[in-house]
């Protein structure tokens, strides 16, 4: 199963994520809700430093599934945005999949 947990701030901002699993939905190379996650994710994370330029940190391992993801002090709205719009996509995912794949969890920090 994926664990993605999100976290926000006081301000009730999306800040950070950290994903770890793999889905076992099906069969590596076919496993479409492994696949799904991991596009947001990983596009999520190339349009923060693609297009807002803002400075974060990241950890990854691929044996696991980890992926560690944080913005720096003095990020941008538009990061912001970027991390609403991959939690609204993971929701989709959970609902049209359940949690027996993905589970999405929220933390306040």
């Given at each position: 199963m994926?664990?993605?947990?999100?976290?926000k701030n006081q301000a009730k901002e999306y800040t950070a994520f950290h994903c770890i699993?793999?889905?076992?939905?099906a069969d590596a190379g076919?496993?479409?809700v492994?696949?799904?996650v991991s596009v947001l994710v990983i596009n999520t994370i190339n349009s923060v430093e693609h297009f807002?330029?803002?400075?974060?940190d990241l950890v990854t391992e691929q044996e696991s599934g980890l992926i560690e993801f944080s913005?720096?002090?003095?990020?941008?709205?538009?990061?912001?945005?970027l991390i609403q719009s991959l939690v609204l996509g993971l929701q989709g995912i959970q609902e049209n999949y359940g949690t027996e794949y993905m589970t999405l969890i929220f933390?306040?920090?």
């Open positions: 994926i664990q993605v947990t999100i976290f699993g793999h889905a076992e939905y076919e496993d479409i492994c696949a799904a807002v330029h803002d400075e974060y913005l720096k002090n003095g990020y941008s709205k538009e990061s912001l945005l933390k306040e920090v």
